[in-house]
């Protein structure tokens, strides 16, 4: 094969994206992907006569003039009907009592009936609110969507650190306490388990408040589709832009010459050589299977055994 190949192992969003991105820019690409569709943990599947949608069910930058928006569109993931606005993140519902309260972008409406439902505890809801309010047009709502530091070069770099400084603040003290450690000050059990889950007990309270900000400002999408369609329309675009995949392949080894890597060895035995290989497959697999735990350096071998 030529230099301006690519393999590329995986055919998940990352490797969707990297195959999409190669194409456009005059790579020959070539996805192995190990299962027999597309979409790693982004996928779907059917149990009976239930469909089990495993992956992404909304869009953070559903707004067209969002930076992040403009990332969906570059992989064909933002068509007509794609996705239509969120006017409701989501309802809890007690079982044992019928209580229940639905997350919308109404947020005065949310701490009302936060409130309503324990007076006591109104005062976290309140606070995420506040921080919520307070991350509305923050740099942290486009999540370093812009252009990646080997493009933006030094000054477009400086630039985005300097427009961040002020965000900066949210990722220390109580704003970054995680949403299980915050919910602990909440005395009734059952608001405690909503507020540590509005996303996930691990998550910390600037990320939460920033999706209610993004849910406010009507910048989240609900996948139409869930999120098989979203996969296939990075599929679609890939195949139409000439790039190929190979499903049910796995990739057994990276073949590595001169400390380059040139090709990958597939399980059934066959070799493929390509200009350059990109690993879309999980750090484990990659480091330790692929690539035999040979190219390791001392700080990522200690956080794969002490992580």
């Given at each position: ?11 998940g ?7 999409i ?12 992907e190990?299962?027999g569709q597309?979409g790693?943990?982004a ?29 969906y ?18 309802e809890?519902?007690?079982e ?11 947020l ?18 309140r ?18 969507m ?6 933006a070069g030094?000054l ?19 704003a970054?306490?995680s949403m299980?450690?915050r ?7 059952w ?22 900000a ?8 609900l996948l ?21 995949i ?12 001169g ?15 390509a200009g350059?290989?990109?690993s879309?497959a ?14 390791l350096d ?10």
């Amino acid at each position: 094969m030529t230099e301006r190949s690519v393999i590329i192992i995986g055919a998940g969003l990352a490797g969707l994206a990297a195959g999409i991105h190669a194409q456009r820019n005059g790579y020959r690409a070539r996805i192995f992907e190990h299962a027999g569709q597309a979409g790693g943990v982004a996928v779907g599947w059917r149990r009976g006569h239930y469909h089990i949608d495993g992956g992404i069910h909304f869009l953070m930058g559903y707004r067209p003039d969002s930076l992040t928006h403009r990332i969906y569109e570059e992989v064909g993931a933002a068509g007509p009907g794609a996705a239509i606005e969120m006017t409701e993140y989501a309802e809890y519902v007690d079982e044992r009592t019928g209580r229940a309260i639905r997350i919308t972008r109404d947020l005065d409406r949310l701490t009302a009936d936060w409130g309503a439902l324990s007076p006591a505890d109104a005062g976290p809801m309140r606070d995420l609110v506040r921080l919520a309010r307070e991350l509305a047009g923050s740099p942290l709502l486009n999540m370093g969507m812009g252009d990646p530091p080997e493009l933006a070069g030094r000054l477009a770099s400086l630039k985005q650190l300097w427009e961040m400084r002020g965000a900066l603040r949210y990722l220390t003290g109580r704003a970054n306490m995680s949403m299980g450690e915050r919910a602990k000050e909440i005395r009734d059990p059952w608001l405690a388990e909503v507020y540590a889950n509005l996303f996930l007990p691990e998550a910390p309270a600037w990320f939460v408040g920033m999706l209610l900000a993004l849910l406010a400002s009507g910048d989240m999408g609900l996948l139409c589709g869930g999120s098989m369609a979203f996969v296939r329309d990075m599929e679609t675009c890939y195949s139409s832009l000439g790039g190929e995949i190979t499903f049910n392949a796995t990739v057994e080894q990276i073949i590595v010459e001169g400390d380059r890597a040139v090709g990958v060895r597939l399980a059934d035995g066959a070799v493929h050589r390509a200009g350059a290989v990109i690993s879309a497959a999980d750090g484990r697999s990659t480091l330790y299977g692929m690539l035999g735990g040979k190219y390791l350096d001392a700080r990522t071998r200690e956080r794969y055994e002490t992580w």
